[in-house]
């Protein structure tokens, strides 16, 4: 038996059961094996790939969840989120200067485009433009990463949430890419505090480890038009929510973004250590986790279920 | 007095007369000075820069205009959508292996990154997606022309729909970049038809001159989950509608799409004649034209007509 | 025995029996098969790729050949010095407003290079350079293709020397990319004639069938101070004669040019039909053709055979 | 009065009083007033612009100047190719795996084309490459810094050459653009060292100062088949000056590097400091030095008394 509610201008067949719909949902998805698990550095290459967690956390309060949902893994770019909420809150229209908001039509590390930009990046949430937010932070919060850190564990209720230190200095170690573009950017101008610290920030940043179940909780503000539903906070306001949500939505999944809103039409950010997180505007938030990546670098497993929870749902914002 | 309807998972401000507000935001559109009617072609360039419309028409049967609502002019870009209704209905998902559906972060014609892309373009919305599902046409249609003018007037209730014949000449004098364009993808083999008649009938349909209020008529049943609210037709699925609604969000309004998502927050397409369509799903469609163009392509005061009126009933999807 | 002689500012080491030399060469070259016969178009797929011919002009007259030296092949590319040196003549320095004399760094058919110029070709020895040198001809010669003729059968000495007219059509039928630059140099304004009759002069001169003996005879004047040794015409200024070969020591050899200068240190040019050509100021002209081609476009075994003899012989002009 | 000798396979126009003709060049060179001197670092900003020197070193021993022959100035990329003659002399074939020898196409300090060609650059002439071969010095000698300067001294014959320590800091902070190339050169594989010890070497080489007769003397080895003519030393083979010369003449002028050989004929390398050097197999060097650039970073004024130079005494390699 299910219900309608109505979300996103469309009635949502919200199933009696909605964990009996995951548990289906998830088991298909154990079935795709076609992904590979990010080998970049070997912090992330040595996660097992048959990790695999759905969490539907929805405005009521209540967080569903099957699989390996309270496992925690490294969020990698899905962090490139929290950087640009406290980058907005502190530098307002003026960051948009430096930053531009259009989808790259290109891979999330590209450097050529960087070039033909003259060192400002397309959107926030390729590598250029989350370096970019990271230099944004380190000039203007004395101490960036505490903030970064102290906002996410108010977001997701859970003052355990910590960095990977392991991961942390592997990605330094293997940065030389993000340094390239990093430096691109400061030979325009376009980098106000010392590279090496921007890119300790963002390497650190990223290896934030969280569970599905945090990451639904702590994006569940931007699908209340930027109020948290459990603390009743305005994290942001609703425009601002509203803005993040259509940057998730043109330049949220790689080079993958047009076929995902075609296909699922959600807002929906990814993280190469297999976390996938979609926005449901005044339904909740979708969060997946299973390790291995299609070749656009998204999660192949979590694409799968978020794909067919939003279409048996009728979730798209379309 | 206003009244709060329900629509996009938001209650939407409704104003008693909704009219005044569209005369408002016309009157202030007015005063936007600074774009630049298209001079690519002269009977583009003729065309007075003072026109303004602005249309609304919303599920219930109801169309609101104010200013030059019923002028005609060349639709340019935005016959696309046509066109790509046409070649989904015929191709099905094989469509999608001889175009892709992400977006370009490049200019609208942009031949560099066909070479790129092998040939396949990145969407149907930038010229060489057009020219590539003019192909499908032209290929799959005995008269292809007719297929397009058929189901224009259908959907519009208009059966005096036509072309401009001068625009459609003067666009074929003044086509080389598309024939570069066209050309280039026959070299790698992802055109069928003979180029000059892909191009005749791309030029063709890109002539086609309608008024706002045939433009808000014409795409209600992608506000409507693919049927038309007047006739009751189902034009496509509500599946396919959705796909055409995130293709508008994240290409369809040049390379100023994200700004677009990121400051207005609806599915949209423009076209160089100065006219731009907004799809509200589950509420309507908003129609605005005015020649002069900003240096993306867009209307500038249809851009500014139309983000007010979305930001002031609060329309985005996001 | 052997007898030293000044060219290119070295003693060049001249075998008594220069024929000898020649066949141990071709020879050598026989073994060399890792090359592949140009397949985009039948005519030139079908010829044998066991061709193989090397002829040597010197200043005094002879010319000693061994090999295929009298069978006739598709000239291609190599056509491109005689287009280019009409156009220098008719146009003299305002030639160098419409293409540049600078290397590519890019493919001979590279479509993105034009978009960066902005529709101004980078040299006069790749696709679109040669194609706005057509475009010259075209435009400046009431008859451009028997302009062409008649100096060709003037330099090689020979009435008979024509077009196969199978591969001229074929190239059209296969010239989708050629035409790709043609109309795009065209929407930059760069093209001045009909775009078709333009492509039509280049794909006729590429088909023109020449021998090692007749190239090595018609190029003679480039190594004689602009001055042909035979007839003792001024075909061009020693100051043209000086720009020709810098244009194609820098650009001649498609996207090998700059290995071709390091390892052999001639003026050269080379066509897709196995043909290359190499000046030795002062001293002659080396002609090589067999069919196969490195992944360059460069026949494999012409481009050993230039080689050894060059460094055997110590004709760097470096 | 004049007399011939031989040089180039041509009869050299050489005058009686070879200095009264450089004085006359240099006058002329001095009402050129079009560039700009480099002002991307102070150091080189607060040279003055009316500097101008003409040096001629000649195989003889003769050492002819005029101007400010003796005053030194900041080499700049001219030291990159005393980098490369002791990479060549370290790695032999092997270096070519790591930097090609083509064209470049593109401004020295493009970072589009490296990443095209996936870490390997295009030349040792361009920046990245140069970075690559400091690479290679910083990795395979013990003191990379004495073996260049121990290698200069002696070339020169002046043991008080040394750097400009206020240039050398100077380009390490503001060499964010190099650091994005070593960077990315990195993330490729193809740097092995410290990027930071690299680039110090790279920015180190660059501010090298010497006069054009210590540029003439120290060259003149690759006019003479690799040999010293004043010491006798064999610097290189013959086989290695000449493929030294090959680099020079396809890209040792920048992005004018097709355009030089097209004017003057000349192997040739110049640097941003102002200076350049010109290489006349079998007769000499002709050195020459002003601060203002033309819009490719080449010497304005001497580009002009070079080409003047050569064009009147008939010096082109082709």
Known sequence: MTQDVISGGQSIHAPDNLKTLLQTILQQALTVNDGKVADYIPALAEVKSDYCALTVATLDGQVTSVGDATATFSIQSISKIFGLMLAMERMSDSLWERVQMEPSGQPFNSIVQLEWERGIPRNPMINAGAILVSDVLVSHYSASKSAVLSMVRGLCNRD??????????????????????????????????????????????????????????SFAFLANRGKCPRSGNQITSHRDAQRINALLSTSGMYDQSGQFAFTVGLPAKSGVGGGIVAIVPDYGVIAAWSPPLNSFGNSARGMAMIRNLANQLGLSVY
């Open 160 to 217: 355990t949430v910590c960095v990977d230190s392991r991961v942390h200095e592997s990605e330094k170690d293997h940065g030389a890419r993000n340094a390239a573009l990093a430096y691109l950017m400061k030979s325009f101008g376009n980098i106000e505090s010392d590279v090496e610290e921007v890119l300790d920030h963002y390497f650190w940043q990223c290896a934030l480890t969280m569970s599905t179940e945090d990451l639904a909780r």
